[in-house]
DNA sequence: CATTTCTACTGTATCGTTACAGATTGCATT
DNA sequence: AATGCAATCTGTAACGATACAGTAGAAATG
C-alpha cells in the first residue's frame, strides 16, 4: 500500500531539499495527487479528517502551488496588470498608486506586474497585448477618455478591469474617481471667499473624462460665487516650462486673474513659478488653489491652497474592484468616488 | 503526409480563433512541434528554408511563446522582480526607477513585477519569498546595507540580481550608484562658495551604506574647504515634521548653521520650512545643497542649491545588470557609479 | 440477498513547451 | 553492395496542476 499510485510509474521519489509540490504531499500523505489537490481546495468529495492531515503536511512543508502549473492548466495568470504612462506625473503619483493597489493584493495570489507605456504612442497597445497574450486575469488603466476605446475593448473581450477616472458615454464599468466636480466648485469658493473675482482655471487636456467634470465644477462654482472666468491657453499635461512661460504672460496682462484653480499638483509648481517671474506673489496679489496627489505643496508654498486626492486609497479601490470583478460582482457595483480633502493650511 | 504526426492521436485540430501555439504552426508547416520549437529558437539542426518558413507562418499568426509553458517545462520566468519599499520616498522616486527599467525590459521578454514591502518589518520577507517560489529569473533591491543581508542570500543562492548601492564588506555583486560621496563633497564646496563655514549635514539613515560615502565627502569637505560641522540629530527617513521640528529648534540656537547640505530631495523640503519657521531664509541667513531625484525643488526655492540624481539612468542601469548576469556576465562587470549633476540654478 | 446510492478516493489526459533519444534520407566512402 | 556519416526531422516524456470519468467499499434500500 506504500509507495503507490503515482510513484508506480514514475521513477522519480520526491528529494527532501526541492521544493514540494502536490507529488511531494500525496508521497508524504500516502494520497493520490488529486486527492491532495482536491483537499487543498476543500472540495465537498474529500474526507474532513484527510483534508486535516493534507492541510498539516501542506503547511509543513511550506508548499505553494507553482504558478507555472496553475497557469497552464486553468489560464489563470494570477496577475494584475497595471497600465502606466510613463510620462505621467513627475511626482510619485504612480507609486502610490502602485503600493495601494499592492496592500489589497498582498491578502490574494495576486501579483502586480507593471505594463508601461507613452501616451505619446498608440494607448490600444499594452491593453492590446495583455488581451493577446492572456497576460493578466485583470487590468488597471488610467487617463480615461469619454468614450475610451480600452474601455470598449477590454468590455468586449470581457477581461476584468478598473479604470481610474470614468468614462460618459453610456459604457458601464469598474471605476474609482476623484470627484474633480466638486473640487474645483469648492476651489472657485475657496477663492471667492478670500475676496478673488477674476479666477484663472489651468485644466487638464480636454481629451480626458476629468475635463469636463472639473469645467462644470468650475463653471458653476464662478455662476454661484458670482466671479468670471480669465482664460489660461495651457493644460496639465504641457511640459512645465511651458506652463510657467504661459503663466507668466497671462500674470504680466493688462487683465491678470487674482486667482487660480491648478488642476494637478506638478502644474501648480510651474505655476508659482510663472506667478513670480511676472513679479507677482501668492497670498498678495491672488491667490490658487491646487489639486494635489503628494502632499508637499503645503509644505513649500503654505500659500497655495491645497486639496488633497489620496491616490493611494484610488489604488486600493481598483484593486478590490478588479479582484471583485474576476470573481464575477456586477460592474455597477463596483464604482467608487472620492471627495477631496482640504487639509488645514500650513505646516 | 497531410495532419500526421501529433495531430495523429490527438483528437483535437487547432481552432482558427484560438491563441496560436506551437501546434498550430505545426498544423499549418506540416512540420513536428519539436521542429518548429527548435526552428524559432534557430537550433543548427533545422534547414535553413525551413527555419525561413516557420518564422514566416509564425510571424503571420502572430504567435507569442506560451509563458506558462516556457515557465512549466524551463523553469524559466521572464519575470524581474522589484523590491520596493513602500515607505520610500513620496515623491516619485521609484516611480522613475520603474520606468527606467521598464524603458530596458520593453526590448526583451522580461516582464517587471513590484514586490512591495515595508521597511519596518523584516526586509528578508520579499526576497526570501521570491527564493522560495522561484517566482522571478533576477531581482532588484534598494535601501542597501554595507553587510546586506539579502545581498547574501541572493548571492548564496545563485539568484541574478543588482542593486541600487553597494555593500562594504567584500561581497561582489551587480550594482548601480550614485556617488554620494562626491555629491557631499561638493556640497561643502558650494557652500563655502558663498562664504558660509557652519554647515549642518541631514544625513541618510547610518544604517544604510552610503550613509558613510555621504559622510566622508562631506567630512573631507569641511576638511579641504575650511569649514566646520554643526550637529544635526535627524536623519532623511524621519517624517517630514519630525525633520522640520528638529532643524527649526536648531535654527533658533545660538550655533544656528549657515550652511546646510541635504541628502534627499523630500527631507530638503522639510528642512526649509524649518528654516522658515525659526524666521530664517534661505540665500540671506544661509544656503542649503540638496540632492533631488525628481527636479522640482529648483522651481519652488531656486534658492536651494541642487544636485541631480537620475534615478531613471540607474532604473536602466540595473535592469541592464540583472539581465547581463542572468546571461552569466560577471558581477565585476556590471558595476556603475553615476555622477551628481548640477544645472544651473533658477528658472 | 441483490441492488442502488453514497462517500471517499484515484488514474488518465491535458494545458504548451522543450530535453532527449531516436529516425529517415541522401551521399560519400570502403 | 555494404557501411558510415552528416543533415534534418520526429515522437515521447516530462514540468505541476486540475477536469473528468471513473472505482472501491460501505450503507441504505427493495
Redesign the interface.
Known amino acids: 500500500m506504500e509507495n503507490k499510485g503515482n510513484f508506480g510509474n514514475a521513477a522519480s521519489t520526491p528529494a527532501a531539499r526541492e521544493?514540494p509540490t502536490l507529488k511531494t504531499i500525496a508521497f508524504m500523505t500516502g494520497l493520490g495527487v488529486t486527492t491532495v489537490s482536491r483537499a487543498l481546495k476543500d472540495a465537498p468529495d474529500i474526507g474532513a479528517e484527510t483534508k486535516e492531515r493534507v492541510r498539516m503536511v501542506a503547511r509543513q512543508l511550506?508548499y505553494?502551488p507553482?504558478?507555472?502549473?496553475v497557469?497552464?492548466r486553468t489560464g489563470k495568470?494570477n496577475v494584475i496588470a497595471l497600465v502606466?504612462s510613463?510620462d505621467?506625473?513627475?511626482?510619485?503619483?504612480?507609486?502610490q498608486m502602485?503600493?495601494g493597489i499592492?496592500?489589497v493584493l498582498?491578502g490574494t495570489p495576486y501579483?502586480?506586474?507593471?505594463?508601461?507605456h507613452s501616451h505619446s504612442k498608440d494607448p490600444m497597445l499594452p491593453v492590446r497585448y495583455i488581451l493577446?497574450?492572456?497576460?493578466a486575469d485583470g487590468v488597471i488603466i488610467s487617463r480615461i477618455e469619454p468614450d475610451d476605446p480600452r474601455v470598449r475593448l477590454l468590455s468586449e473581450r470581457g477581461m476584468p478591469f478598473a479604470t481610474h477616472g470614468r468614462t460618459d458615454a453610456g459604457l458601464t464599468h469598474p471605476f474609482h474617481d476623484f470627484d474633480n466636480e466638486a473640487f474645483a466648485h469648492k476651489a472657485v469658493e475657496k477663492l471667492v471667499e478670500r475676496g478673488r473675482r477674476r479666477i484663472a482655471l489651468l485644466q487638464p487636456p480636454s481629451k480626458l473624462t476629468y475635463y469636463a467634470h472639473i469645467r462644470i465644477g468650475f463653471q458653476t462654482g464662478l455662476h454661484d460665487y458670482g466671479a468670471e472666468e480669465v482664460p489660461l491657453r495651457t493644460n496639465t499635461d504641457a511640459p512645465?516650462?511651458d506652463i510657467?512661460d504661459v503663466v507668466e504672460v497671462m500674470m504680466r496682462s493688462a487683465n491678470a486673474p487674482d486667482g487660480i484653480v491648478c488642476s494637478a499638483g506638478?502644474a501648480a509648481?510651474?505655476v508659482?513659478?510663472g506667478i513670480e517671474a511676472a513679479g507677482k506673489a501668492l497670498g498678495r496679489d491672488l491667490d490658487m488653489v491646487s489639486k494635489q496627489s503628494?502632499?508637499?505643496l503645503n509644505?513649500?508654498?503654505p500659500e497655495i491652497i491645497t486639496a488633497q486626492e489620496d491616490v493611494r486609497h484610488a489604488g486600493r479601490e481598483m484593486a478590490k474592484a478588479v479582484i471583485a470583478r474576476i470573481d464575477g460582482v456586477e460592474p455597477e457595483l463596483l464604482q467608487s468616488i472620492s471627495q477631496p480633502t482640504w487639509p488645514e493650511s500650513g505646516?
Not at 507553482?66 to 502549473?69: I, M, S, V
Not at 501579483?111 to 508601461?116: A, C, D, M, R, Y
Open positions: 521544493r511550506g505553494q507553482n504558478r507555472a502549473g497557469r497552464l495568470t502606466l510613463i505621467e506625473e513627475i511626482m510619485g503619483f504612480s507609486s502602485v503600493f499592492s496592500e498582498s501579483h502586480i506586474v507593471i505594463t508601461p493577446d497574450t492572456g497576460s512645465l516650462a510657467r506638478s509648481i510651474a508659482n513659478a503628494v502632499p508637499i509644505w513649500i508654498r505646516r
